[in-house]
């Protein structure tokens, strides 16, 4: 009689770039009571460069030629939705668990790879797609008591948040994008992140796992940090709070999200999320729980991803129930932090009438002189939808020639 | 043939007090698509009393009735150590998973426990024992990367908390404990809560899960809130931060721990958790991660107790490492808030004198004339060890006459 016994976890690679790199160098370190993790196959677009891999390990740009290695788990790491996805199913068609941190494809054919993984009942996890360096999705997968939630609130974009933070501190955007770039924080093309396409993408996946709906990220309403001004953040501070770039979404009834640069007022737990800190806010059942930590960044995302390598080969994941309904989410009714700048400004009474007039009740209000000479009224207004904001502004800038601009506003939850 | 489903998880439970009734009536509800959970016995003192059970469950007085009734999981609600301790063996010996919310029993036979889970493959979960609403220790358990830790600070006691927090605002200490028992928040018996038993046995649990190490909780140095005065409150405020009972382990080499009331400086993130509410901050190879939410209360009790019942009926909870090794827990070198209280003070600056001559450096200080009339001074200091403080205010007290009194402070992380 033969017996066999695993003396490791053999792995694939789709992709070996920074977190591919990382994790090779982590998984190569001494793994104590546990089976070491043998990367055996890699899928790259250039099979010649010099990678950190074991001689014996299969570097290739051909998928089939990786597939015949036979691995235990696929990891994914190409971000992206091509070719991530056709690979991820073909993995999960072949009962391979999958292990991705990529938030993109997650958003945007999560319901398929959901599918998928259900109908081959192959584990499927992505700890690291959605603030990285804190394990909580896995957690809640597991748990459903906890995780009968009905909103969440969430800073998610590491790079956002540290430019952001960097510019309430005085920094320019530009300069402190360029700081981020220096520190490994913000990609060499930072765009997605500055635009809050990264941000909406992560909030389609806490979506999925927590209110088990798809909604496509470019359907939610998104802004980015571009279009915050020096003095929308001094204001905000006048006015007791700070912005930060933040997700939220709330299916208490029906579905509304965003995410956008919003004014948090000093005493909401988000308000102190700094520096490329991420947090989740999550409305539970039984209370409100928060989860906070490093967001990104190769070495910890490596080592989020190794974890749920660890998961996988202990047998401890089931696979997921399946696909999901898609949705729609609607922009929420909010607060707002609406700011006017002119040479020279109407009186604050009159610009608070305005509002009123437009169903736009301010709550408070502040005035100061910017740098350069020009004066910047702001106001904080009650919760209106969208649409009024707009109109109100529009008015606002036909009647006295201001410039106006508005962020959503949270509230202290309760 | 014969193919034999499950079609429920039957649980027995040791104890049936506020968390089993909560149990009871959560269990009682639809399970969507999960198994329901079956509550088959009940082990009670009296089984003469009513309970929310089902008529067909065994409620007995007698331990071997209830084994008797071949329970799928054992959960355990009977606090303390006798008869816990033995029922607990008997049930792992059995090879029946338990899950149990009892800190005071883990803290204290911790280890002998996991011992016996080890010996017979069978899972031990105890998610409810520290900051009961917030899913964390299990996933640390799966998880080896993110476990990686070096230390923790955290706020444990809820009930002590709630107390501070109300103190604060200007409360007797005396009247927020008759507030926070008519809210249910603290037991009609507080003084394991007030004297900082609770949380040092929560402390000894979270050591045993991170650090690996068994110290038992009668030997970590503990201090309870009673002794918290106003004068210390408001002098932390003008210090620019609040006092929180708090507990701390650091076992980055040596292992060192206390559990006290201590001064946390406003940029600190425990120092914004406030009421009721429970946090663990934990040091990890990648960065500090933040978990924060309800800590106690039968309803979120239950839901926690009921998720770990879950994970083993899902067969997704392996058997711990077994038994730890016994670990002595020094006492930490901190900052420290020293509060001098007399009709007639000495002067700051002959105070500052005394202590430097003493070891003991002040970085800060403030002086307020009490309610009551009498002068009051603070210093906080750097960092120095315990007896190098006694013996600075016992000289301070026999030099001027004064009434002295010392907490640990805490410093912002880095």
Chains 1, 2 share one sequence.
Not at 98 to 113: I, M, P, Y
Not at 220 to 241: C, D, F, K, N, W
Not at 322 to 337: I, K, S, Y
């Amino acid at each position: 009689m033969t017996t066999c016994v695993a003396s490791s976890v053999d792995v694939a690679l789709l992709g070996c770039g920074n977190v591919g790199t990382a994790l090779a160098r982590l998984a190569a370190q001494p793994s104590g009571p546990h089976l070491p993790v043998t990367i055996t196959s890699a899928l790259v677009r250039d099979p010649s460069r010099p990678r950190p891999l074991s001689p014996a390990a299969r570097v290739t740009a051909d998928a089939r030629a990786l597939f015949a290695t036979q691995p235990a788990i696929v990891i994914e790491l190409l971000g992206g939705t091509e070719p991530a996805r056709p690979l991820l199913l073909e993995a999960l068609g072949r009962r391979i668990p999958v292990v991705t941190a990529n938030k993109s494809l997650l958003a945007r054919h999560g319901s398929e790879l959901r599918a998928a993984a259900a109908a081959s009942s192959t584990p499927l996890l992505y700890e690291a797609a959605v603030v990285a360096g804190v394990p909580f999705l896995g957690t809640f997968a597991r748990r459903p008591q906890a995780a009968a939630a009905s909103g969440l609130v969430a800073i998610v974009n590491g790079t956002s948040n540290f430019v952001l933070t960097q510019a309430v501190a005085g920094a320019s955007v530009t300069a402190a994008v360029t700081e981020a770039q220096r520190l490994g924080y913000a990609e060499p093309d930072p765009r997605n992140d500055l635009a809050g396409i990264d941000a909406a993408e992560k909030l389609a996946v806490l979506i999925q796992h927590f209110a088990h709906r798809a909604v496509h990220p470019d359907a939610i309403e998104t802004r980015g940090i571009e279009a915050v001004s020096p003095a929308q953040l001094a204001h905000a501070r006048e006015l007791g709070g700070v912005i930060k770039p933040v997700v939220t979404a709330d299916w208490s009834e029906g579905l509304t999200a965003f995410a956008a640069p919003a004014f948090v007022p000093a005493a909401h737990p988000l308000a102190r999320v700094d520096g490329v800190e991420n947090a989740v806010l999550l409305d539970t059942r039984h209370g409100r729980l928060l989860f906070q930590g490093p967001g990104a960044g190769p070495a910890v995302t490596a080592a989020t991803v190794l974890d749920d390598v660890r998961e996988i080969a202990a047998g401890s994941v089931a696979a997921g129930a399946g696909g999901l309904p898609a949705a729609e989410a609607a922009a929420p009714e909010t607060e707002w932090l609406i700011t006017i700048d002119a040479p020279r400004l109407p009186r604050p009474v009159d610009v608070a009438d305005l509002l009123a007039a437009h169903g736009l009740f301010t709550r408070a209000s502040s005035s100061r002189r910017t740098a350069d000479g020009q004066d910047c009224q702001s106001f904080l207004t009650w919760r209106a939808i969208a649409p009024r904001v707009e109109l109100a502004l529009a008015s606002l800038r036909l009647a006295s020639g201001c410039t106006t601009a508005a962020l959503r506003a949270l509230e202290v939850p309760a």
